[in-house]
């Protein structure tokens, strides 16, 4: 069974950090590029960072330079995405998702993303 499940997400007050998980199972996401989405309640989904699939480039929104970090271990299947200086704003449902596409043609578009975990939900608040 193809699956993306995401784990790391919970409470945190404003300043801290968390690491979130992607990890894959049933395929292999060597020939995926990741993107990470969040989306908060009442607001549209919106694309925060991505990374092709040997890791050589990586994008961020604006919102999150400088704060967010995204890797990859192939070894583990396994995407992360490391939040620092975590914000009330940054509060959301986070989504990993995977696609297939050249690195020159992916964005955040989601209908390039074949695959979806279920999200895990981030509340930064104190």
């Known amino acids: 069974q193809v699956q993306l499940v995401e784990s790391g997400g919970g409470l945190v007050q404003p300043g801290g950090s968390l690491r979130l998980s992607c990890a894959a199972s049933?395929?292999?996401?060597?020939?995926?590029?990741i993107g990470w989405f969040r989306q908060a309640p009442g607001k549209e989904r919106e694309g925060v960072s991505c990374i092709s699939s040997r890791a050589g480039n990586t994008y961020y929104t604006d919102s999150v330079k400088g704060r967010f970090t995204i890797s990859r271990d192939n070894a583990k299947n396994t995407v992360y995405l490391q939040m620092n200086s975590l914000k009330p704003e940054d509060t959301a449902v986070y989504y990993c998702a995977a696609t297939g596409y050249p690195w020159a043609k992916v964005n955040f578009s989601p209908h390039i993303y074949a695959y979806w975990g279920q999200g895990t939900q981030v509340t930064v608040s104190s």
């Open positions: 049933g395929f292999s996401l060597d020939y995926y590029a």
